[in-house]
């Protein structure tokens, strides 16, 4: 018996009908391809499958894509805009935050909710938070030294956005008309 769902991926409406017992990593990679999304141990402990549900990073082989109808996922392929990578894939490309690159999507998402959580990181915290996110390959010293410099670049390009919000509102502000 299949159900209908209806979510959004990054930033992209989509409806499906999937069978009720389908994990949400199965449906990103097997139905919408979305193969950044890695399958490494099927019971959460690797961190691979990492995407973002309603902005917080999630472990997709534990959870159904039924439970995520109506939700807004983000998966590795949606975190670059506009051909320009994301500031923490940036980092972790200049920093050499890789081996194998298996683990490196669920690295970056559980980086990229991190910094979103707790703008200002330490190298210690960024070993305890990314506990759940395994590397078979480093000694997570480049993994570490990438989320800090990916913080660095997601906090000045929060400032830089912000910035532009205070500008564009002062000129509309200007611009409007004045009220009696």
């Known amino acids: 018996m299949a159900i209908s769902i209806s979510l959004t991926v990054n930033g992209a409406p ?24 890695h399958v490494g ?48 894939q ?27 959580r707790q703008p200002n990181l330490t190298g210690d915290d960024v070993r305890a938070q990314l506990d759940g996110n395994l590397c078979r390959c480093t000694g997570y010293h480049n993994i570490v030294k990438a989320v800090l410099e990916g913080a660095e670049g997601m906090n000045s390009a929060g400032s830089a956005n912000a910035a532009a919000n205070a500008s564009s509102q002062a000129d509309a502000q200007a611009t409007a008309p004045a009220t009696a």
């Open 14 to 37: 989509i409806s499906a009908s999937i069978d009720p017992g389908t994990l949400l990593v199965q449906f990103l990679r097997d139905q919408l391809r979305l193969t950044g999304t």
């Open 41 to 88: 141990c099927d019971t959460a402990q690797c961190g691979a499958c990492t995407v973002h549900l309603n902005g917080r990073a999630i472990k997709s082989c534990n959870i159904l894509a039924v439970q995520a109808e109506g939700a807004e996922i983000t998966t590795i392929e949606g975190l670059a805009k506009d051909g320009a990578l994301h500031p923490m």
């Open 90 to 116: 940036a980092a972790f490309r200049h920093c050499h935050g890789l081996q194998c690159g298996f683990c490196t999507p669920g690295m970056v998402m559980s980086a990229v909710s991190l910094v979103q």
